[in-house]
């Protein structure tokens, strides 16, 4: 009896520890009905977003150097710095003073004269009064890195080569200049510091505040009727611009992605 009475805690025990076994079977079904649940939301063919057109890209423009004139061009691809077309990047090359700071048309407007075009990987540079320069679209990496000034911020530069310096410093008449290119490689100027504070999250090259400009048609008619000297879509410099939609709708859609 002793023997007996001794073991009956341990059994009791034993039986308290031991969970029901529908609990187990419970589990299962449960598991396998949250499974069958994902996958059917998986599987089940979603609802198309109606897509409503806004406007027509009438043009893009790429311009390859800060200040200097746009290259129209049919197609272009949509990067995270800009647009670009082959090995054509948009405001990828800049000309600066020796000591790095960066020189565009607010000092020296003749930069709106110099023209490109782009062929073979070369971009060809075209001014009043001087030949062309023809300049590889890709520089050496042993040429010079400088550092770069724009609007107060630190940006790197690959340095274009003596020719292009002499070229842009015969024509511009004032003092001597560089040509730099940024590469990919190198770290942009982020969002964060040029237009803060904000919430989006980018990095540009040499353009003053973003990778892509925007402009409809019907924002340069209304800004015209206010105006007494007329304007040009050229002096704003759009990369891409838009028909078929109201006056400032390109503002409008900014706020909205905001």
């Known amino acids: 009896t002793g023997a007996s009475t001794s073991s009956m805690p341990a059994s009791l025990g034993f039986l308290a520890q031991r969970r029901p076994w529908w609990l187990g079977v419970a589990a299962l079904g449960l598991a396998a009905v949250l499974l069958g649940a994902v996958a059917w939301r998986r599987a089940r063919p979603r609802r198309r977003r109606r897509l409503q057109q806004v406007g027509t890209v009438a043009k893009l423009w790429i311009y390859p150097v800060k200040s200097c004139m746009g290259v129209a061009v049919s197609e272009a691809e949509c990067t995270a710095l800009g647009l ?10 800049l000309v600066i003073k020796e000591d790095g700071h960066m020189v565009t048309a607010r000092q020296e407007p003749r930069l709106v004269l110099v023209s490109i075009t782009y062929e073979n990987n070369r971009l060809i540079f075209r001014a009043p009064d001087v030949d062309q320069l023809v300049l590889p679209i890709k520089q050496p990496s042993s040429n010079k890195l400088h550092n770069c000034r724009i609007f107060g911020l630190d940006i790197k530069g690959r340095d274009c080569g003596n020719e292009a310096a002499q070229w842009f410093t015969n024509f511009l008449k004032t003092e ?11 770290e942009g100027r982020t969002s964060k510091k040029l237009l803060a504070p904000i919430n989006w999250n980018y990095q540009v090259a040499y353009p003053d505040y973003s990778p892509l400009l925007v402009m409809t048609d019907a924002s340069l008619v209304d800004l015209n009727t206010r105006i007494e000297k007329k304007v040009k879509m050229e002096n704003f410099r759009p990369n891409i611009v838009v028909t078929g939609c109201d006056a400032f709708e390109e503002v409008s859609a900014t706020r909205r992605d905001r």
């Open 84 to 93: 670009r077309s082959g090995n054509m990047r948009d405001r990828f090359w």
């Open 176 to 186: 001597a200049y560089r040509l730099v290119q940024f590469e990919t490689n190198m």
